[in-house]
């Protein structure tokens, strides 16, 4: 492989401002990062379709952050896919899960990824300078992700935008290619056309096939078809922060009879929610915790 097509292969996140102020403008490509989180989890079709939208969603909002500001966003309802989570930084991390009530029907046409609604929507920013995360929720009707993440972005934020995803899969539902577009309008241009909007997401057939070849700066040259200034390009991984030091610090956070009863039912793993890593706490492990926490409640007593 030339060292064109290696980099190509990179996900990678690029954000643009266009010349005239008017508009903001990101473009993910996640392949990789949606076919990491498919083989972690070990998704369906149909569910690693879902989260591989919510990874980009997270990593396309993440981009218009600033250094480790986190932002989490969060679909729930009460169709087959119960709820999908996605947590990305603007530094290229980004990590998710998703949760499904059975998919067997939803799994036979890939196409159409069950239906997450009725329920809500829900962005949390972990902001510099705010003590408590910015947390917008929006009550959804029905529709797939990306009509749920454009109402919410109306809806709540208040901000004019047009998103579109676009996922591949190959004929056993492996991801292939996954990508995605956010257009939003800045402050002081809320009057511009929304049709405007979504004609610029729509401005090429494939998003994976022109990032199959192309880098995403290239894409929005296209979807703009105006001036712009590169703000942020950046590779984008799917990565946890996770660790058995990590869980090892929770687990003294738990009430001494909680650490206890798991040493006691033999509750050695502890599996990450986001990343599916699994760590095994030994018995002894257990032992010098719960004497840990004795001692220090011995200390506080006395
Ligand atoms: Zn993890």
């Not at 290696?6 to 690029?14: E, G, N, Q, Y």
């Not at 403008?25 to 919510?54: F, G, M, P, T, W």
């Not at 402050?187 to 511009?192: A, D, I, L």
């Amino acid at each position: 492989m030339n060292k064109k097509a290696a980099l190509l292969r990179k996900d990678r996140v690029t954000r643009v401002l266009t010349a005239d102020g008017r508009m903001r403008v990101a473009a993910v490509k996640n392949s990789q990062c949606a076919r990491n989180a498919q083989q972690r989890h070990e998704l369906d079709a149909a569910s690693a379709a879902i989260l591989a939208q919510a990874l980009a969603a997270a990593t396309l909002l993440a981009s218009f952050m600033k250094g480790e500001e986190r932002v989490i966003v969060e679909a729930s309802g009460a169709g087959a896919v119960q709820n999908v989570l996605a947590e990305a930084i603007q530094v290229g991390e980004v990590r998710g899960y998703v949760h499904h009530r059975g998919v067997e029907g939803a799994a036979q046409d890939r196409r159409a990824p069950p239906l997450i609604g009725p329920g809500r929507f829900k962005v949390s920013r972990i902001l510099y300078d705010h003590p408590a995360p910015s947390v917008g929720i929006v009550e959804l009707a029905s529709g797939d992700f990306a009509e749920q993440f454009g109402s919410y972005l109306s809806q709540s934020e208040q901000i004019p935008s047009a998103v579109r995803f676009e996922v591949t899969q190959d004929q056993d539902g492996n991801i292939v290619e996954s990508a995605g577009v956010l257009v939003q309008v800045m402050p002081g241009w809320e009057s511009t056309d929304p049709g405007l909007l979504q004609d610029m997401v729509a401005a090429v057939p494939s998003l994976c096939e022109v990032l199959a070849v192309e880098r995403p700066a290239a894409l929005l040259e296209r979807v703009v078809a105006a001036p712009f200034t590169i703000l942020a390009d950046k590779r984008v991984d799917f990565f946890c922060r996770c660790s058995l030091q990590r869980f090892t610090r929770a687990l003294t956070a738990l009430p001494l009879g909680d650490l206890e009863d798991m040493r006691k039912l033999g509750q050695n793993e502890l599996v990450c929610h986001f990343c599916n890593a699994r760590y095994t706490i030994s018995d002894s492990d257990f032992d010098h915790l719960i004497e840990r926490i004795r001692k220090s409640a011995a200390s506080v007593t006395n």
